[in-house]
């Protein structure tokens, strides 16, 4: 059995409280002020409607990610299994959670490890980009790809969920040349992604002059990590703290714009309260490439294999009837389709 660290204690915490509490945002998504105009005379045919596209030069089957969620424990090593083997069946993108605690226990690699299961999707590695002010740096970040050989590595921005932690980590200062160090010197890609509160614009600008290849907006409007926090806090004060928090942090679609604006070249991954596949279209007419999403999918692998299957199939349905019912006929058509606000 892998020795229990308090690095993978506090991944099982997240999972038992995504699973069993209501932890959303006070805030929505603001995707739900954006519509399609619906188009009685489509001029094509439902089933020619493509959803394919290449990211990082892998080849998609649909523009979704499975968002990084989790990793570290007995647990979640099955789910990330059943997460990449139902990734592989359907063409998406997957995250992994953060890989700390493996780097810190090499007994829970094998929680991580789900190449084998998912030899051709794009795979994201994933570490807390503040650890590079912890004593990480190059070899951690070339270490947590090479585990999980994955095509690009993520570093998560979680400045609030770390100040709501009694054991957070909070020296932020100097970051940014450390990020842009990595750029520059690690052979994959680097995605910065926030974990619920999303980037403005000068967080953004900040990044792309970094070097970074993607961001991941991670919005505010879904799971506040703020109130998972809350349900782990240890007494009343900390409770109160992360409490405060609830309706704090960028929407996602002013989070996506807010990139657009201020790095129009970046490639960007939208996330945070996405419900359906009509708001990763959404999204994605607004200027993402990939639509992501973690709780729908963390309770789903958690009930069954099919069940994961099944949610991605729908969810893949629902981006390819509102393209068709839009008169879209594939992925960069999408990206130009303008949306009407509310």
Known sequence: MPKVTQTSSRKADHIRINLDEDVRSGLTSGLEHYHFTHQALPEINLEEVDLGLQ???????APLLISSMTGGTEQAGKINRTLAEAAQETGIAMGLGSQRAA???PDLHSTFQVRQYAPD?????NLGAVQLNYDYGLAQCQQAVEMIAADALILHLNPLQEAVQPEGDTRFAGLLAKIEAICQELPVPVIAKEVGWGFSEKAARQLADAGVSAIDVAGAGGTSWTQV???RAENQDQTRLAAAFIDWGIPTSQAILNIRASAPQMTIFASGGLRDGIDI??????GASLGGMASLF???ANRSLDSTIETILLIQRQIQVAMFASG???????QR???LKS
């Open 337 to 339: 389709t303008p949306l």
């Open 103 to 105: 780097i810190e226990n």
């Open 229 to 231: 926090e809350m349900h």
């Open 281 to 286: 279209a959404k999204c994605v007419a607004l």
């Open 298 to 300: 963390l309770k789903a």
């Open 55 to 61: 990211v990082f030069e892998r080849s998609l089957n």
């Open 121 to 125: 999707i794009l795979l994201f590695a």
């Open 328 to 334: 879209v006929g594939n992925i960069e058509q999408l």
